[in-house]
């Protein structure tokens, strides 16, 4: 890293995905970067409410990171446009959606939408920022992707979740095919265990798959009659959205 900045930028990556909050020791062995360069950034960052320190003196993201993340999603075409989407397609069927994009190669969730009136949900929200390989929106992005992508996710590791993860670079480029072919994706517990999910594309007026939307639940509400019913219903919220696109 040949800059500051690139210094602090990763101490704040390193702060998104590791969830909950990490003591100073923790984000040095993640990022690899020396103790006192983390201590001395992590100071500059709380100054500027970009981190902030609970009782125990660890660190998570501050105030000002939360309203920029706000801000940004309110000025996205893509964010503004699904809103309503959302909103319609977890009141009609009762689970939780999500609207992801890629940023390099990751999945990076901008915007979610959970049922309020439901006895079980999903047991946490999933980090806005993961590996791609696990989730049905992930997949779907890798599968309309270019090479080169699919090229860096498997060269990085993949990471297993959970027993049915798939970690096997042939068995994912095989899963990415029937993605192409079928154009939705499927995670089976990939991601976490007890929760099926589905995921189609979202394109932009040129055709360029930009986004994907995906629903997930339980396995106990999942049934395989609803995973397809919310493919459907998945599918038809993206082509309403694609106009909307540059």
């Known amino acids: 890293m040949d800059t500051a900045i690139d210094k602090a930028l990763v101490i704040l990556e390193s702060l998104e995905t590791g969830r909950g909050n990490r003591s100073l020791a923790s984000i040095a062995a993640a990022t690899g970067l020396p ?3 983390v201590h ?3 100071a500059i960052l709380e100054r500027r409410a970009y981190v902030q320190q609970d009782a125990f003196k660890d660190y998570s993201l501050g105030p000002k990171i ?3 993340g706000a801000f940004a999603g309110e000025r996205s075409p893509l964010v503004s446009a699904a809103g309503p989407l959302l909103d319609r397609l977890v009141r009609d069927w009762g ?4 609207l992801g994009i890629l940023v390099e190669d990751s999945l990076l969730y901008v915007d979610r939408r959970e ?3 439901i006895a079980v949900r999903l047991v946490a929200a ?4 993961s590996q791609p390989h696990a989730s049905a929106g992930g997949k779907v992005l890798l599968a309309f992707g270019d090479e080169r992508l699919l090229d860096t ?4 590791g993949l990471t297993r979740y959970t027993a049915a993860t798939i970690v096997d670079p042939d068995r994912l480029r095989a899963e990415l095919a029937r993605v192409r072919e079928s154009g939705y994706a499927t995670s089976e517990q990939e991601r976490n265990e007890g929760v099926r999910a589905v995921a189609v594309p979202v394109r932009n007026r040129s055709g360029a798959v930009v986004a994907t939307i995906s629903a997930a639940g339980p396995t106990q509400r999942m049934t395989d009659e609803k995973l397809h019913s919310l493919r459907v219903a998945l599918a038809e919220a993206a082509a309403t959205l694609s106009p909307a696109l540059r």
């Open 95 to 98: 689970e939780t959606v999500h």
């Open 126 to 129: 999933p980090s806005p920022l």
């Open 66 to 68: 939360i309203a920029l």
């Open 40 to 42: 001395r950034i992590l």
């Open 153 to 156: 996710v498997i060269a990085d």
């Open 115 to 117: 049922p309020q009136d």
């Open 35 to 37: 103790k006192p360069t």
